[in-house]
């Protein structure tokens, strides 16, 4: 693994000079060397990791090996949604796992080296200036920043949303499966889910099928899994194309 993790900052100035360099790292790999990045998280590898590191370089690597770990661990196996996911979609995901990783760092080590209730807040207020790379790599952050423009430049009255196209869009995003339906739909709606699902087992805790739970069907051994014990969201269920679930996704990184 690249150089860095014997590097301790210890004032609010130095870890927040830190969480900056990660964060450039992690963004060059999720915008300006994307194909570099894409090809080294083989869906064929073991559980891979996205690093970055204070000389703002990142890396693609396995976990670190000693239990537990000098630093906190990014989220793993980012490799094994690749191909199941739109490329966009993917790499939104990974950067939502990697702004978690970065706070955890930055207050692991304020958390060690004694920061009080004054440098945390200082700390934080100085990482929430930044966008996130969340917000880098979908646009949003170019996005609010033509708003916050427009605004400087119109009246607070011209600028004020709509509050009427705020909750449409809102529903916009909520799955299809989460939408209201009329009484009869809702009725027919369950009499199908419990023909479909039966007498099913989730092929992870081993429970019962239950009407008010999100399950998700792998399409490679056609188990179905209750979405909260795979980690996965109705949501996020939207996006993925072919899901896999953990054992044979990890099948297939042995192969």
């Known amino acids: 693994m690249d150089g860095g993790q014997q590097y301790n900052p210890r004032t609010v100035e130095e870890v927040f000079r830190d969480f ?13 060397d994307v194909e570099d990045f894409f090809q080294q998280c083989d869906p064929e590898k073991e559980n891979l990791c996205l690093y970055g590191f204070p000389n703002e370089r990142w890396e693609v690597n396995l976990p670190a090996e000693e239990v537990p770990p000098e630093l906190p661990e990014p989220a793993l196996g980012i490799n094994f949604a690749r191909d199941g996911m739109q490329e966009k979609d993917w790499l939104s995901l990974v950067a939502v796992h990697s702004d978690a990783w970065l706070l955890a760092v930055a207050f692991y080590f304020g958390a060690r ?4 209730k004054a440098d945390r807040k200082r700390l934080f207020n100085m990482i929430n200036d930044l966008p996130t790379i969340y917000e880098v790599v979908t646009g949003a952050a170019k996005k609010q920043s033509k708003e916050k423009s427009a605004v400087s430049n119109h009246s607070s009255s011209k600028a004020k949303p709509n509050p009427k196209q705020r909750v449409t869009e809102s ?10 339906k009329d009484d009869d739909e809702d009725e027919e709606g369950l009499e199908e889910e419990e023909d479909e699902h039966g007498d099913a087992l ?11 739970e ?12 209750h979405g909260k014990c795979v980690k996965i969201t109705p949501a996020r269920a939207e ?7 953990p054992s044979c996704s990890n099948k297939r990184a042995r192969t």
């Open 20 to 32: 900056k360099s990660r964060r450039a790292g992690m963004i060059k790999a999720l915008t300006t």
């Open 113 to 116: 080296f004694g920061f009080d």
């Open 171 to 180: 529903q916009r995003e909520v799955p299809k499966s989460l939408q209201l």
């Open 239 to 245: 996006h993925i194309k072919q899901y896999k679930c």
């Open 214 to 225: 999100f399950w998700i069907c792998c399409d490679i051994c056609e188990k179905w899994f």
């Open 202 to 212: 989730c092929g992870a805790c081993g429970e019962n099928y239950g009407q008010d």
